[in-house]
C-alpha cells in the first residue's frame, strides 16, 4: 500500500515556477513508477509526466509534449518524494494536479496507476 501527498501548488502569474511535491509512505516506493497527471475543469485527467528509477539505469523520465522543455520531474528516493519543477507556466496549465504512483513502466494512462493523492491545485494568471 501506498499513500501520496502533493504539496506546493498555488496561484502563480504566468511566466513563473512552482514545484510540486509528492511525499510517499511505503518502504518500496523506489520501485514504483510515479506519475504527474492534472484535470482542468470540465476537461479529462491528462498525462503530465512520469518517473521510474532503477539500479541498472537510473531515472528514466517521459513527458508530456505540452510541458517538455519547462516541466522537469526528479525523484529522491531517501526522501520518499517525486518532485515536479514547472518553469515558464501558462494559464493553459492551471488545472489540479495529481501525483499516482503504479507497477507500470513509465505509463501514461491514468489506469495504469493503482494509487493516487488527493491533488494540489495550481492556478496560473496571464
Known amino acids: 500500500q501506498v499513500q501520496l501527498v502533493e504539496s506546493g501548488g498555488g496561484p502563480v502569474q504566468a511566466g513563473g515556477s512552482l514545484r510540486l511535491s509528492c511525499a510517499a509512505s511505503?518502504?518500496?516506493?523506489?520501485?514504483?513508477?510515479v506519475g504527474w497527471f492534472r484535470q482542468a475543469p470540465g476537461k479529462e485527467r491528462e498525462f503530465v509526466a512520469t518517473?521510474?528509477?532503477?539500479?541498472?539505469?537510473?531515472?528514466?523520465?517521459y513527458y508530456a509534449d505540452s510541458v517538455k522543455g519547462r516541466f522537469t520531474i526528479s525523484r529522491d528516493n531517501t526522501k520518499n518524494t517525486v518532485y515536479l519543477q514547472m518553469n515558464s507556466l501558462k494559464p493553459e496549465d492551471t488545472a489540479v494536479y495529481y501525483c499516482a504512483a503504479g507497477q507500470s513502466w513509465l505509463a501514461v494512462a491514468p489506469s495504469a496507476y493503482d494509487y493516487w493523492g488527493q491533488g494540489t491545485q495550481v492556478t496560473v494568471s496571464s
Open positions: 511505503g518502504r518500496t516506493f523506489s520501485t514504483y513508477t
Open positions: 518517473i521510474r528509477w532503477s539500479s541498472w539505469s537510473g531515472d528514466s523520465t
